[in-house]
T-cell receptor
Framework: GAVVSQHPSRVICKSGTSVKIECRSL??????MFWYRQFPKQSLMLMAT?????????EQGVEKDKFLINHASLTLSTLTVTSAHPEDSSFYIC???????????FGPGTRLTVL | AQSVTQLGSHVSVSEGALVLLRCNYS??????LFWYVQYPNQGLQLLLK??????LVKGINGFEAEFKKSETSFHLTKPSAHMSDAAEYFC?????????FGAGTRLTVKP
């Protein structure tokens, strides 16, 4: 199978601090990774698409300077929430697209709580 | 642009009863279609997927879905619900680099 991990699974931080979330494809290479945000009892909303070695493509309404995405290798993408505020509290889920397959494999998610 | 509509944000069935979760899609190209299950505070687990092979797709945990092009539907079914099936279910449509999710359907299973 194709396994995607996220770290940390839960994080609580103070308002104004920055938080980094890692997404790793453990047993395959992922040219493309995706970051989603999910509010309670709602569906997943795509935030951005990241391709290894290039800048991420952000969905409309997502602040690229607030949500920094780095996809430095074929197995790792990071999402940094800068100067986090309580309204950034959410469940963040990443996925990785296995090169050559039209399918995304999802990480277990990261619960961010900003106090 | 592609989109997914899940009819019914909440479905409740009795244990042992048929489960039917509805999904209709819109896509300008032949779609890839997916059903995912999400348990509380967890990520998404793939139940099954349609990628232009057989129209009746069997997945894990006894679920299956049928792709009906004429109806633009991909409804999820299970003959007999178990208590452990209680979860949130998402239908998704993908044109490889663009996956869109439905709003989700919460399945409740009554004893």
């Amino acid at each position: 199978g194709a396994v995607v991990s996220q770290h940390p699974s839960r994080v609580i931080c103070k308002s104004g601090t920055s938080v980094k979330i890692e997404c790793r494809s453990l047993d395959f290479q992922a040219t493309t990774m995706f970051w989603y945000r999910q509010f309670p009892k709602q569906s997943l909303m795509l935030m951005a698409t990241s391709n290894e070695g290039s800048k991420a493509t952000y969905e409309q309404g997502v602040e690229k300077d607030k949500f920094l995405i780095n996809h430095a290798s074929l197995t790792l993408s990071t999402l940094t929430v800068t100067s986090a505020h309580p309204e950034d509290s959410s469940f963040y889920i990443c996925s990785a697209e296995r090169t050559g397959l039209a399918e995304q494999f999802f990480g277990p998610g990261t619960r961010l709580t900003v106090l | 642009a592609q989109s997914v509509t899940q009819l019914g944000s909440h479905v409740s069935v009795s244990e042992g009863a048929l489960v039917l979760l509805r999904c209709n899609y819109s896509s300008s190209v032949p779609p890839y279609l997916f059903w995912y299950v999400q348990y509380p505070n967890q990520g998404l687990q793939l139940l099954l997927k349609y990628t232009s092979a057989a129209t009746l797709v069997k997945g894990i945990n006894g679920f299956e879905a049928e792709f009906k092009k004429s109806e633009t539907s991909f409804h999820l079914t299970k003959p007999s619900a178990h208590m452990s099936d209680a979860a949130e279910y998402f239908c998704a449509v993908s044109d490889p680099n663009d996956m869109r999710f439905g709003a989700g359907t919460r399945l409740t299973v009554k004893p």
